[in-house]
């Protein structure tokens, strides 16, 4: 298990993360790394060219593609320091002929897919929350045209069922919202359902995981 060292300094992000030379360790990453690795691995089985957007530090990476050594993966993420970290990590886990360098892919962009070929799985953690909803837009219309009949859409956060969900949920609905009017905790059947619909995938799986999170998996069909 990788423990952040004690030679560390502190960068701020949606919370404070640790960083040794360029890698960094995000709390929560740490926290739900495995319990989203094995996630992955009960649902996504059939996958093996892999897109991630919005890697962050990297570490869900790092995890997946350990329990699943067969993966070819392809990080990815807008922020410049995200992705020296991901390509720090690789490199300190000696994993780059498994896990591609880092793109700089914002969902907002429509040209996004361009830079993939053959991928059947997508994966996006803790993202759609955590930008305007024209990124969750982009990253369903992309899947929509990216992934072949079949190929899976693996999407971990918090969510809303019909506008309800766990008290810890609302109130980092409220917190999000107070930061940027325009993230907020998204709904599986107001947005999202009707989103895969209109990208051509339905969704087949709610897992739930620790901490009122859930791991929703969408279907090309
Ligand atoms: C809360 S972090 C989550 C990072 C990582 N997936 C995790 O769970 O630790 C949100 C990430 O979304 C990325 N992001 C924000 N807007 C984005 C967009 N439009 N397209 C792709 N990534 C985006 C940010 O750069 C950041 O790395």
Redesign the pocket.
């Known amino acids: 298990m990788d423990k952040p060292p004690k030679d560390r300094k502190l960068s701020i992000?949606?919370e404070p993360r640790e960083i040794q030379e360029e890698r960094l360790f995000?709390p929560?990453?740490g926290r739900?790394k495995d319990f989203i690795a094995e996630a992955f691995g009960a649902l996504m089985r059939d996958c093996r060219n892999i897109v991630?957007?919005?890697?962050?530090?990297g570490?869900?990476a790092i995890a997946i593609c350990k329990a699943r050594p067969n993966l070819h993966y392809f990080p990815?993420?807008?922020?410049p320091q995200?992705r020296r970290s991901i390509e720090a990590w690789r490199r300190h886990e000696n994993m780059q002929q498994q896990i591609a360098a880092a793109l700089d892919?914002?969902?907002?962009r429509s040209d996004w897919i361009e830079n993939f070929n053959g991928v059947d799985g997508i994966v996006?953690?803790?993202?759609i929350h955590?930008?305007?909803f024209?990124?969750c837009e982009?990253?369903f219309k992309g899947a929509g045209k990216l992934l072949p009949v079949g190929g899976k859409l693996f999407l971990?956060g918090p969510f809303m069922r019909e506008g309800e969900t766990a008290p810890s949920n609302l109130d980092f609905d409220r917190s999000l919202k107070s930061r940027n009017p325009d993230w907020g905790v998204r709904d599986i059947d107001r947005a999202l359902v009707p989103l895969a619909h209109e990208n051509g995938m339905v969704l087949t799986s709610i897992r739930p995981m620790p901490a009122n999170n859930h791991v929703l998996i969408f279907k090309k069909d």
Request: aromatic share 2%; proline share 6%.
């Open positions: 992000a949606l995000s929560s990453a739900n991630e957007i919005a890697s962050g530090t570490e869900h990815s993420d807008p922020d995200s892919i914002d969902s907002r996006c953690i803790n993202m955590i930008a305007p024209a990124a982009g990253l971990y």
